[in-house]
């Protein structure tokens, strides 16, 4: 344990304690044992800086010389940890690139996972090594492996890790591939988004063991979903209640005025649409429509002048779709009507009651992966792309 007063004469734990209270009060911390790893973990340790958005949209950097930073660094919020610079038609702007999740979302997905002093915990998004520790402090250092993409960022996360007192092991890789060399592992935890389960996290996994990751799709819209292992690459399990979501495991964010996908050059056929921004602001909604979209369709939001916003859609046939987000119109053009596949997907979903999302299970095997609504009114399975998670 490192020592309480930070070097500024602040004491980290009082902040500390306060948090674990807070979200123990909550209801968003139940079990005695996390509220104790809340409040011996030094989140600024490995949070020293974030970023505030101010009201014009820009954004300021808050360190520990900031009065707002030590109730900021260890309030139950997500804090941005890095910006990236994007030209957009507006000129450049600056949007988040990493961040560490709010404490209660870290702490309900690790409740979720049933952890015991014996498991060997795999997690895939280091990040800032936040949640790393709260896993180190739990478990041991010698129970938790901890992947990232970016050596940088591993290395990084190594020495703020072992500054506040944890050693558990980093790697540097893609973390669809898993860490094999360690496996097998009882838990599995990912902090980032995936639009299906690796088939490697479920080779990795041991017969009994549990899985917990954020399926996305092609809209960016998904939720939790908790697997317990069968052996065999083998997985079964539903979507948790409420909703939480994470950055793309392989985010990448482009500038909206970089050229569109290819796409059918061709005139749309423009027509009215009740799908407005309103009914996609509901995720599980928005879920279920992009389950109805070819697999490979992409979605950007590019300023136009006059219009806002505009949504568009592109399949890999180069199938179009634009939607102004101020608007009740579409315009479609190509062999698939894009948008007449999301309105069949909400459609459906109003059908059967707009069902909540524990209602959805999960099927693992390998690669092959579908999601299934069991109800004899209106039964539905989707099968889902693995090609994005399967590395050669």
Known sequence: MIDPD???GIDWTMYARELA????AAGDVRDPIWHAVLAGVPRHVLVPRFHL??????WRAVEATDPTYWPGVYANQTLITALIEVRTAAGRQ?????SSTEPSLMVGMLELLDLREEHRVLEIGTGTGYNCALLSHRLGDRQVYSLDLRPELVELARKRLAAAGYRPTLAARDGAIGFAEHAPYDR????????????AWLDQLTPGGLLIAD???????????????????????TFCPGWAGFMPMRHTLAAPDLAPPPRVAEDPAVRPTELGPDLLADPLGMFLAQLHLPAGTVQR?????GEGLVRQLTAPDGSWCELPENGAVVGEAGPVRLWERVEAGVAWWR???QPDWPRFAYHAEGASQRIVYDDDAYPASWELDTTEVSPA
């Open 301 to 305: 939001m590019v300023p136009r002048p």
């Open 53 to 58: 958005q101010r009201e014009d949209g820009s």
């Open 351 to 353: 059908r059967a009651g």
């Open 6 to 8: 930070s070097g500024t």
């Open 188 to 199: 599995i935890v990912a902090t980032c988004a995936v639009p299906a389960i690796p088939p």
């Open 215 to 237: 399926i996305q799709g092609s809209l960016y819209a998904g939720n939790l979903v908790l697997l317990r292992g069968a052996g065999g690459g083998r997985a079964t399990g």
């Open 21 to 24: 209270a807070e979200l123990v």
């Open 94 to 98: 600056y949007v988040p690139a990493s």
